[in-house]
Nanobody, 125 residues
Framework: DVQLVESGGGWVQAGGSLRISCTASGVTDRRHCMGWFRQAPGKAREGVVTIYNGDFTTYYTDDVKGRFILSHDNDNAKSTVDLQMNTLEPEDSAMYYC?????????????????WGQGTQVTVS
C-alpha cells in the first residue's frame, strides 16, 4: 500500500519561513508524481508545487514561485519531498497536503493524484 507521511508545519509570523516534509512509501512506479496542495477554510483545494520523478521536472504555481523551494530524494523504497517556504504571507495559511500519483503531474492536476497524506497545518499571522 502507498503511504504518505507529512511532518513540519506550525505557526510563523508573516515574512518568516517554515519547512514541511513528506515521505511516500509503497510507490512502485519510479516515474510517479508527487506534490503539495493546500486548502484554506472555505476555499477550494489548490496546487502549490509538484514534481515528476521521471526527470525531476518541477512545477510551481505563480503564487509561490520565488518563495517556495521543493527538494526531493528518492531511494528504492521511498520518495521524499521537502518544501521550504520562505517569505510567508497570511494568505499562505492552509492545511497542506502531500500527494502522489502516476498520471499527470502539474499542480492543476490534483484529480490525478490518487494518494494523499493526512495534511499538516501552516498558519501565518
Amino acid at each position: 500500500d502507498v503511504q504518505l507521511v507529512e511532518s513540519g508545519g506550525g505557526w510563523v509570523q508573516a515574512g518568516g519561513s517554515l519547512r514541511i516534509s513528506c515521505t511516500a512509501s509503497g510507490v512502485t512506479d519510479r516515474r510517479h508524481c508527487m506534490g503539495w496542495f493546500r486548502q484554506a477554510p472555505g476555499k477550494a483545494r489548490e496546487g502549490v508545487v509538484t514534481i515528476y520523478n521521471g526527470d525531476f521536472t518541477t512545477y510551481y504555481t505563480d503564487d509561490v514561485k520565488g518563495r517556495f523551494i521543493l527538494s526531493h530524494d528518492n531511494d528504492n523504497a521511498k520518495s521524499t519531498v521537502d518544501l521550504q517556504m520562505n517569505t510567508l504571507e497570511p494568505e499562505d495559511s492552509a492545511m497542506y497536503y502531500c500527494a502522489a500519483g502516476v498520471w499527470r503531474c502539474r499542480p492543476s492536476d490534483s484529480a490525478d493524484f490518487g494518494y494523499w497524506g493526512q495534511g499538516t497545518q501552516v498558519t501565518v499571522s
